[in-house]
């Protein structure tokens, strides 16, 4: 695959990016295979952060809801 870049990017008045000169790369070449793998690394699915979060949430919403409960009661009197 091939991509664009930009060798020389000016900045003009307004503050649009222009380009006086492209380059054509191949675009394996500029990623690494161990930047690649790092990648996916990140962005797969973690089943133990996912509960972490799930359970950090709803443990939250039920608090503001109990809270919110003890509120109203205490309103009424």
């Known amino acids: 695959m091939k991509i664009l870049i930009c060798d020389q ?44 979060i799930t359970g950090g949430l709803l443990l939250s919403f039920i608090g503001a809801h109990v809270t919110g409960l003890i509120v109203k009661t205490l309103n009424r009197t």
Do not use: H, K
């Open 9 to 52: 990017p000016v900045i003009d008045g307004s503050g649009y990016v222009q380009c006086t000169s492209w380059q054509m790369a191949d675009y394996e070449s500029l990623v690494q295979m161990s930047d690649f793998n790092q990648l996916v690394d990140l962005l797969r699915f973690d089943p133990a952060l996912f509960a972490m």
